[in-house]
């Protein structure tokens, strides 16, 4: 399979654990994103990685939340202490170099429930 | 912030029927993307378009760069089209900016 993987699919946690997830991009796309969807809404976007470089981040992304890319290739988004409100679908996306407008491929989602 | 506004919010349509989903946005875009998810969470991106018309078999994605409108049609809908039709747009930057979505169902 070729497409944009994520890891878990699904997380179950108590309120203040620390979670990690982990995103594999389409080999060839240098840019990667972090969205979060909550039910009945739209995705918002969380952060932009270009290479290993983390281009953009929204203001949604507090301090308990980090995300890397160390060697421009897979990712991983970090949350610290969760809280209710984190409960979620993260989704990442990849899109490739070429063209002034990007295609972005999804992949399953994260779906995280904080208990 | 685009804002991206979506309608309807809710659609339920018959086997067969034609459907249309509309998209407002309120500044100057470089593309705007149609996306369809199903139950489950996984996006797929339908269209990406930035002027005119694009056609994928049932479905056709028209832009109107003045007006700041796109709608998607779904010809000869189907029970199998049915899911939650998202529009975003990317501007300056690459992230994208969603709506809220259209709920489609279509009965047999």
Known sequence: ?115 | KNEVEQSPQNLTAQEGEFITINCSYSVGISALHWLQQHPGGGIVSLFMLSSGKKKHGRLIATINIQEKHSSLHITASHPRDSAVYICAVSNSGYALNFGKGTSLLVTP
């Open chain 1, 1 to 115: 399979d070729t497409g944009v993987s994520q890891d878990p699919r699904h997380k179950i946690t108590k309120r203040g654990q620390n979670v990690t997830f982990r995103c594999d991009p389409i080999s060839e796309h240098n840019r990667l994103y972090w969205y979060r969807q909550t039910l009945g809404q739209g995705p918002e976007f969380l952060t932009y990685f270009q290479n290993e470089a983390q281009l953009e981040k929204s203001r949604l992304l507090s301090d308990r939340f980090s995300a890397e890319r160390p060697k421009g290739s897979f990712s991983t988004l970090e949350i610290q202490r969760t809280e209710q409100g984190d409960s979620a679908m993260y989704l990442c996306a990849s899109s490739p170099r070429q063209g002034a407008a990007y295609e972005q491929y999804f992949g399953p989602g994260t779906r995280l429930t904080v208990t």
